[in-house]
């Protein structure tokens, strides 16, 4: 089992619906990461969280660290949002490690 | 634009060569990370370094190796290439140790024939 899971894996909407994302995790975390990888193949981070809500724009994301699980949302989407979105933790450990965990990534599609 | 730049954009060679991927963080930004993106595995750790010493390995293989430079530029080596090596390898940076936001570079595309 991975110890990041998302869903869904493939997300196809119409524009202006809201979008959710799902990020599950099984292991200890300080920090989890939203990046955004667009099919040109860079990656953006959008959000990083250890605990609450953060907002930018039409973008929400909140995560509950009791229950091991983040969210993004997207609100009023726009043909300009399809893309990858990749959910990433930093694992809890001693000595400064800092390398990301990565699910797999959700493909979202928005339609005009 | 992250700040972050990586060169080659692209680099094509054949199996058993060796390669070498380079990396410079935003400016300030101390600590380099290296991560490989392919179709199978998805996006992958590989290795961590701050101010010029590894701190942490990931999923890197012992052909593989990386170092970081006094001006903090960082170099990924690829050696004894297999058709398996091809992937995105991309190198971020951030600031510190800790909880810090890491900005990804463009990537460098590896194909190996």
């Known amino acids: 089992k991975n110890e990041v899971e998302q869903s869904p894996q493939n997300l196809t909407a119409q524009e202006g619906e809201f979008i959710t994302i799902n990020c599950s995790y099984s292991?200890?975390?300080?920090?989890l990461h939203w990046l955004q990888q667009h099919p040109g193949g860079g990656i953006v981070s959008l959000f990083m969280?250890?605990?609450g809500k953060k907002k930018h724009g039409r973008l929400i994301a909140t995560i509950n660290i009791q229950e091991k699980h983040s969210s993004l949302h997207i609100t009023a989407s726009h043909p300009r949002d399809s893309a990858v979105y990749i959910c990433a933790v930093r694992v809890r450990s001693g000595g400064g490690a800092d390398g990301l965990t990565f699910g797999k990534g959700t493909h979202l599609i928005i339609q005009p | 634009d992250s700040g972050v730049t990586q060169t080659p954009k692209h680099l094509i060679t054949a199996t058993g060569q060796r390669v070498t991927l380079r990396c410079s963080p935003r400016?300030?930004?101390?600590?380099v990370y290296w991560y490989q993106q392919s179709l199978d595995q998805g996006l992958q750790f590989l290795i961590q370094y701050y101010n010029g010493e590894e701190r942490a390995k990931g999923n890197i293989l012992e052909r593989f190796s990386a170092q970081q430079f006094p001006d903090l530029h960082s170099e990924l080596n690829l050696s004894s290439l297999e058709l398996g090596d091809s992937a995105l390898y991309f190198c971020?940076?951030?600031?510190?140790?800790?909880?810090?936001?890491?900005?990804f570079g463009p990537g460098t595309r590896l194909t190996v024939t």
């Open positions: 971020a940076s951030s600031t510190g140790q800790g909880i810090y936001e890491q900005y």
């Open positions: 969280l250890s605990s």
């Open positions: 400016s300030g930004d101390l600590s």
């Open positions: 292991v200890g975390i300080s920090a």
